[in-house]
Every structure is written in C-alpha cells, then in structure tokens.
C-alpha cells in the first residue's frame, strides 16, 4: 500500500542541471523521513540526501554538498531534488526511499530505511 514513485530522470551533459521527484502514497502522518539514495558502477546505495519531514530539515551527503538541494510538497507528500553542475561521476540509478519511525539523526545509512521506490536512471555524459 505504501509506495514510492521517481520521476524525471534522463541524459545530460556535464555541468547542466536536472530535477526529479519521488510521489508517495500510503505514509500519510507516519511519514517521518525521505531520503534519495543512488547506485552507480558499484554494488551499494549510496547516500544522496534526506529531508526529516517533520522538521523539514535537509541532510546532504558532502559528494553533493552545494550542488544538490532537496525540497518538499507536504500536501502530496513529494519530494523533489534538484541537482547542478551535473558531474560523470553523478550517473547511477537515484532511488527514493522512506521511514515511518524516528530513530535520531541517522540519514545515511540505507538499512535504516522501510520503503523503496524503483529508481529513476541518470547519465551525465557528453
């Protein structure tokens, strides 16, 4: 019932920008954070960002710090990241992710999350 959806990924070239989004549905009031996640070349999710919905603070991952920003919809529950000065190394497949509890500030750790969208892929190639 609880889902997560991407959208708006694509091919760019280096230094140009892209935003995306993740919808959800079924969290309603157990939404307590959002965060993107991303898997490049190699096997593990890495940390991107993560917004802490009740507070609506951002956390960002130092590889994206002043280049990507996280916002929010809070009526429809979506999430948007909006990425600058795309680099090659920026190319993996961005997933959404989401967790109904509250467990401190812990942001970067993928375990720490419940739900999964399907991940929207992005290239930054010339």
């Known amino acids: 019932q609880v889902q997560l959806v991407e959208s708006g990924g694509g091919v760019v070239q280096p230094g140009e920008s892209l935003n995306i989004s993740c919808a959800a549905t079924g969290l309603a009031d157990r939404t307590y954070v959002m965060a993107w996640f991303r898997q490049g070349s190699g096997n593990e999710r890495e940390f991107v960002g993560a917004m802490d919905w009740i507070r609506g603070k951002t956390h960002y991952d130092d590889s994206v710090k002043g280049r990507f920003t996280i916002s929010r919809d809070n009526a429809k529950t979506t999430m948007f990241l909006q990425m600058s000065n795309l680099k090659p190394d920026d190319t993996a497949v961005y997933y959404c992710?989401?967790?109904?509890?509250?467990?401190?500030?812990?942001?970067?750790?993928?375990?720490?999350?419940?739900?999964w969208g399907q991940g929207t892929q992005i290239t930054v190639s010339f």
């Open positions: 992710a989401a967790r109904t509890y509250y467990s401190g500030d812990y942001y970067a750790s993928s375990k720490d999350y419940s739900y």
